[in-house]
C-alpha cells in the first residue's frame, strides 16, 4: 500500500514548454485534488475530481488542465510552463464523506 | 465559496509549554474541521480532526475545540516538544465535497 505517489519530485521547465506532473493512489478514493503551495499563501486548490469522469475547478486552475480516466490516476498538465507556476505542487486523495486526506509528497516545479 | 482564516502565521514557544492556533471560517455548511502538520519536504500529514457534532477532541497531548455558533476552531498543543515544530494547517470541508479549503499555515518553532 503506497498510498498516494507524485512524479516527478523536482522538475525544472524553461517558460513556454509542456508537462504532466502524475499522481496515483492504491487506496481506491473517490476524490482526488490537486493543490500548489506557494510560501505564506498556504495551499491553494487547482483542480479536484469526485470520481473517474469528473472534474471541477478550483480556486487557481487558469494553466492547467486535468483528467481522471480511472479511480486511481489524476494527472495535472501544464499547457504552457510560466514562471509564476513555479511553486510545490500536492496531489491528495480522500474517500467520500468527513474523512482526511492523504498527501503526496510533493512535486517542486521550477519555471526559468 | 469557503473562507478559512488562520492565525497566527507564526509562533514560536519554550519547551514545555502550549500553543494555541485558531481558525475562522466562513460557510456554515462545513462540518468536517482537520489538522494537518507539515514537516520540511513532506506533504502536509493529518493530526487532530473534529466533526460538527462535536466540541472537543483530544489525543494525548493534542486537542481540537469546535465553535460553530462562532464559527472557529483552534488546535492546541499542551507541553511542547523540539519535534512539534513544523507548520500546521487547518481546514474545512462539507459533507460530500470533494474539496477542502485550508488555512494560510502556522509556522511552530518549539526552542529547547
Known amino acids: 500500500n503506497a498510498g498516494v505517489t507524485q512524479t516527478p519530485k523536482f522538475q525544472v521547465l524553461k517558460t513556454g514548454q509542456s508537462m504532466t506532473l502524475q499522481c496515483a493512489q492504491d487506496?481506491?478514493?473517490?476524490?482526488m485534488s490537486w493543490y500548489r503551495q506557494d510560501p505564506g499563501m498556504g495551499l491553494r486548490l487547482i483542480h479536484y475530481s469526485v470520481g473517474a469522469g469528473i472534474t471541477d475547478q478550483g480556486e487557481v486552475p487558469n494553466g492547467y488542465n486535468v483528467s481522471r480516466s480511472t479511480t486511481e490516476d489524476f494527472p495535472l498538465r501544464l499547457l504552457s510552463a510560466a514562471p509564476s507556476q513555479t511553486s510545490v505542487y500536492f496531489c491528495?486523495?480522500?474517500?467520500?464523506?468527513?474523512?482526511?486526506?492523504?498527501f503526496g509528497q510533493g512535486t517542486r516545479l521550477t519555471v526559468v | 465559496g469557503e473562507n478559512v482564516e488562520q492565525h497566527p502565521s507564526t509562533l514560536s514557544v519554550q519547551e514545555g509549554d502550549s500553543a494555541v492556533i485558531k481558525c475562522t471560517y466562513s460557510d456554515s455548511a462545513s462540518n468536517y474541521f482537520p489538522w494537518y502538520k507539515q514537516e520540511l519536504g513532506k506533504g502536509p500529514q493529518l493530526i487532530i480532526d473534529i466533526r460538527s457534532n462535536v466540541g472537543e477532541k483530544k489525543d494525548q497531548r493534542i486537542a481540537v475545540t469546535l465553535n460553530k455558533t462562532a464559527k472557529h476552531f483552534s488546535l492546541h498543543i499542551t507541553e511542547t516538544q523540539p519535534e512539534d515544530s513544523a507548520v500546521y494547517f487547518c481546514?474545512?470541508?462539507?459533507?460530500?465535497?470533494?474539496?477542502?479549503?485550508f488555512g494560510d499555515g502556522t509556522t511552530l518553532t518549539v526552542k529547547p
Open positions: 481546514a474545512a470541508r462539507a459533507t460530500n465535497a470533494g474539496k477542502s479549503t
Open positions: 487506496m481506491n478514493h473517490e476524490y
Open positions: 491528495a486523495s480522500s474517500y467520500r464523506g468527513l474523512t482526511e486526506a492523504f
